[in-house]
């Protein structure tokens, strides 16, 4: 017999094995089946086994394990000490074990290359006054000479004019010293709602300055907001592919480092979406990503310039669009049913009217996208569950189930959703809409938002928690608005106190409304399972149980048993992203 027919003869079984692993590994083949001393050997080849001090599963069904396998990227099993004392081979990842598993974590709402861009611009939180602004900028200027040219303007985010004695900045504020006379620079408000640039900016535009489009306003020289920002942003350089990849590798880097698997990217524009595409098979990308829709004209329609999208990695995925309803409220931006309690002249601003909402909702819809809306303000709230009740009633034929529709089908979602007025928080409750909530918008904005909407309508609307948790609110950052830290947004949720000091504006450990605080389990499924659902990725995100992406993160302690003050300082000891070590701690 030739030795190339002996050789296929040898190495059949083998083949045959891996095909048939394979495809159990894709089938889940029954415990007891995996129990062959066959299927044993097969598995050491193609599983790798974890064990650890605890891991919580977010499952249905084994709600803790104490070791994991898997194959594939994927989970292939979970069991307890019970079954591992019966299997010697495991004895090498048995007595290994430290730390405590939970599920990888998920920010719900973020802005991928917009926090890229941070990490590579000034940072601007935090500052507490005008002359803390210039420094910083003058900082940042002596270490990026080649900035600030028409090809490359300093970039910085986080500026409040609240910390300017509550005045708007101007472009003469901009005009540090003599070096700074010529140079091109734009300033995102903390909320990303505003900009301010400096005159070298200002003169590329018309003078006298056109009046501002609706839905905008220009507040000071040099200072646009909302729709207005389209005037300035007409003339800025944008990254090119390059400069955006960095933007993406570095934000990654960084949500990794705080136990980040997945985020959804609340707002991308087509080229971008392209972008994200060829670089998701790249193992520099290491967060999954649920990006909506932005068209290159906010609040449009543009279905030639995007396609549905997941890849085979589990690593990219496009089904929602994102829509803008209003601005935001610490601009006074948001849109209102009655006028705010410190402007009575003001409602805020619809960035677009109700008819044009519904109508993009309605034909979005119609091509089998999930629509999610921005809406801050009590009057954007009830536009948004206007334009989403009329969808539902024109898409699904049987009008005694919309709530199951949307469920099933739709999922449309409210980004924000941080002032909804009773009546149509009982509308949202009982159509199944789902809110997408950043706790930390909360605690960051309890200093003034009683100012902005009076007593009694603060405690009738706004940031409404666990009065919404049965639609399974999906929980975010915002990042770059705010921290990505999604600990501190657990903290924020549970105590209603700023992640920061501890505190709440009294100054005291009461909690802003602490009616509305979730326990620490509900806001870890708010960063892992609802964040799933609310991407059509249940079963797949946010849980650890058999055939989902293998994604965990590993911690000292587990969450059950830490003092809520503790939670705000949780570290990341590993993330684990298809089953791959993305981040460890220096000191594993």
């Known amino acids: 017999m030739p030795a190339h027919t002996v050789l296929f003869w040898v190495t059949l079984p083998v ?54 396998s898997v194959s594939n990227g994927r989970f292939t099993r979970l069991f307890k000490d019970d079954f591992i004392k019966q299997d010697a081979s495991y004895d090498s990842v048995r007595d290994a074990r430290a730390g405590y598993v939970y599920p990888g974590l998920w920010d719900g709402h973020g802005h991928l290359i917009q926090y890229g861009e941070l990490l590579n611009s000034v940072n601007l939180f935090g500052s507490e006054s005008m002359v803390e602004v210039q420094d910083r900028l003058v900082q940042y200027k002596a270490s990026h000479p080649e900035e600030g040219t028409d090809q490359k303007w300093i970039r910085g985010v986080g500026w409040d004019q609240a910390k300017f004695d509550g005045k708007w900045p101007g472009i003469t504020d901009l005009e540090i010293n003599e070096a700074f006379k010529d140079q091109y620079v734009m300033l995102d408000r903390v909320d990303v709602h505003c900009i301010w640039v400096s005159q070298k900016v200002l003169d590329l535009l018309p003078s006298p300055l056109p009046e501002a489009p609706a839905g905008g306003e220009i507040v000071a020289k040099g200072v646009f907001c909302d729709n207005a920002m389209e005037m300035v942003l007409a003339h800025y350089p944008k990254p090119d592919k390059a400069r955006k990849s960095k933007f993406v590798r570095d934000a990654m880097l960084e949500l990794n480092k705080l136990g980040i698997v997945g ?28 990006a909506m829709i932005e068209c290159d004209e906010r609040n449009t329609f543009c279905p030639s310039d995007v396609k549905k999208v997941s890849t085979s990695n589990g690593m990219f995925h496009v089904r929602s669009v994102k829509l803008f309803g209003d601005g935001a409220l610490g601009s006074w931006g948001s849109a209102m049913i009655d006028p705010y309690s410190d402007k009575e002249t003001s409602t805020g601003s619809l ?19 999930q629509v999610n809306i921005h809406a801050i303000g009590d009057l954007a709230n009830r536009l948004a569950i206007d334009a989403f009740e009329i969808s539902l009633k024109l898409q699904c034929p049987d009008i005694t189930k919309l709530k199951e529709c949307q469920q099933e089908k739709f999922r449309f979602r409210i980004e924000h959703a941080q002032i909804i007025h009773p009546d149509d928080q009982q509308r949202m409750l009982e159509l199944g809409i789902i809110p997408s909530i950043q706790p930390t918008h909360a605690t960051s904005d309890m200093g003034y938002a009683e100012s902005r909407l009076g007593k009694q309508r603060t405690a009738d ?22 921290p990505a830290n999604i600990f501190e947004g657990m903290y924020a949720a549970t105590t209603r106190r700023s992640p920061h000091t501890g505190l709440d504006p009294s100054g005291g450990k009461t909690g802003w409304y602490p009616e509305e605080t979730l326990t620490v389990e509900d806001a870890l499924k708010g960063f892992t399972l609802n964040p799933a659902l609310g991407a059509f990725l249940d079963g797949k995100a946010g849980v650890i149980q058999e055939g989902a992406w293998a994604d965990w993160v590993v911690l000292d302690h587990p969450l059950e048993g830490l003092e809520l003050e503790d939670l705000r300082r949780v570290t990341v000891r590993e993330t684990w992203v298809g089953g791959k070590l993305v981040y460890q701690r220096r000191d594993q």
């Not at 109508?359 to 119609?366: D, I």
Request: proline share 4%; net charge negative; glycine share 4%.
């Open 263 to 290: 985020m959804h990217d609340a707002g991308v524009v087509p080229s971008d979406l392209r972008l994200y595409e060829q670089l998701s098979d790249n193992a520099d990308w290491t967060v999954r990503v649920n």
């Open 15 to 68: 083949l045959l094995g891996v095909i048939l692993y394979q495809i159990g590994a894709q089938v889940l083949i029954p415990a007891s089946i995996h129990e062959n001393t066959a299927f044993k050997l097969l598995r050491s080849l193609f599983e790798e086994t974890h064990c650890y001090a605890s891991i919580t599963t977010l499952s249905a069904g084994l709600r803790n394990a104490d070791c994991f």
């Open 461 to 482: 609307e706004a940031y409404r928690m666990r009065s919404l948790l049965p639609l399974r609110p999906v929980l975010g950052s915002d990042f770059p608005v705010e």
């Open 351 to 369: 960035l677009v009217n109700a008819t044009e909402l519904s109508a993009l909702t309605q034909n979005w819809a119609a091509r089998g996208f």
